[in-house]
Every structure is written in C-alpha cells, then in structure tokens.
C-alpha cells in the first residue's frame, strides 16, 4: 500500500498557485533481457541435487570454465552418484561451491557464491547478469532453475536515477522440458526461495 500511494503522489502533483508542474517519475515501454538459446546440461539423474549440480556447470560454463561439470558437485556434496529428493539450500551450495580450483593449463582459479534469499529487491541486479550474458540459479516453490530473461519495466526520476520492477522472469527447469515462468500478476513473489550467482576469477582478486 505504502509503494501504491508513493507512486500516486509522483504521479498526480497538483498545480497550485499556478506554479510549474514538477517534473514526474517516467515509465519506460516494458522491456526484456535475455540469453538467447540458453541450454542447461541435462542432469544425469531426476532428482534435485542432479538439476543444482547441472545448472552450476551451466553457470560456470558461461565463464569459459568446463572442467567442472555436474557429476563433481554431486561426488562432492554426496560422496557418491546419489539421488538426493530432501530440499536445497543455497547456503550449503555456498559452502559446497566457493574455493580455489585449478584448470587444465594449471592456472589456478578462485569460484566466489553470492547468495540472495528470498525474493530478489534489486531487479537491476538480475538485469545486468543477463546483460553481461551470466545466467543464475533461482529457487521458486523448492525447485532449482536457471534464470533466462526477466521482462520489466524501468522507471526514470526526475534526478535521472532509475528503478527496475520485475513483470516477468523466465526460467528452465532442468528437470522439465517447459520453461518456467513467474508473472507478477499472478504470481507469489513468497514461492521464491532464492538466487544463486557464481563468479570465476583469478585467486588474488577475491584475496
């Protein structure tokens, strides 16, 4: 109620006095970010450590990174080629993920998690992930899916500072064939658990 009324204010300012309207907030024509022909590995087991393990080497995929690919998380988290069915949980990814690694060439590499819980306030954060063509892993209603495009609307202030608000995410289910989509219309932003970012870089820049 307190964002509708605040929207309502900037919206409607009165003319009193005769004096000048005051410049307004804007609202740009809807938008969408994408990765285009975003493909997930398929997981090699249906089950939910399998699709957070298949969509971390998709991330990492998309940072030149292909060494690390879904059967080491899962020997890593699980000790074995388990299925695991209990809920995921970001914060034990985090631990699980973060770390050193080296790569073929024998360059070493540093992996760095950021984990947002819930659902994400910043949609700009999302935005420029995509933009810079990084996809990211999302929980909705439990499930671990890999975020594709986001379609929003963008608002300019009058200062020229800019706010973002989700219309629409669009997301895979490595488990599924249909993409899954949360509209803001219709949709609890409550069923969003969380969302999961890998960065890849040399050692000494997370030093």
Not at 67 to 80: E, H, L, P, R, V
């Amino acid at each position: 109620m307190r964002r509708a009324a605040i929207f309502l204010f900037l919206f409607t300012v009165p003319l009193w006095g005769g004096k000048k309207p005051r410049p307004t907030l804007v609202r740009e024509d809807p938008k969408t970010v994408e990765i285009a022909g975003l493909t997930v590995p398929k997981p090699k087991q249906a089950c939910p450590n399998w699709a957070w393990a298949s969509a971390v080497e998709l991330i990492l995929e998309k940072q030149d990174v292909v060494d690390y690919k879904q059967t080491y998380w899962i020997m890593k988290s699980a000790g074995g080629e388990l299925c695991i069915e209990s809920a995921v949980d970001l914060d034990q990814l985090k631990r699980w993920i973060d770390g050193d690694y080296k790569l073929p060439d024998g360059s070493d590499v540093h992996f760095e998690t950021t984990v947002t819980p819930g659902a994400p306030q910043d949609v700009g954060y999302l935005i420029r992930l995509l933009q810079e063509g990084h996809p990211a892993m999302v929980l909705w209603q439990g499930r671990p899916l890999v975020l594709q495009a986001v379609e929003y609307d963008e608002y300019i202030y009058p200062n020229a500072q800019r706010m973002f608000e989700a219309r629409k995410l669009t997301m895979i289910d490595p488990l599924a064939k249909d993409p899954v989509v949360f509209d803001k219309t219709k949709d609890d932003p409550k069923d969003m658990g969380g969302v999961l970012e890998v960065k890849v870089g040399p050692v000494e820049h997370f030093r």
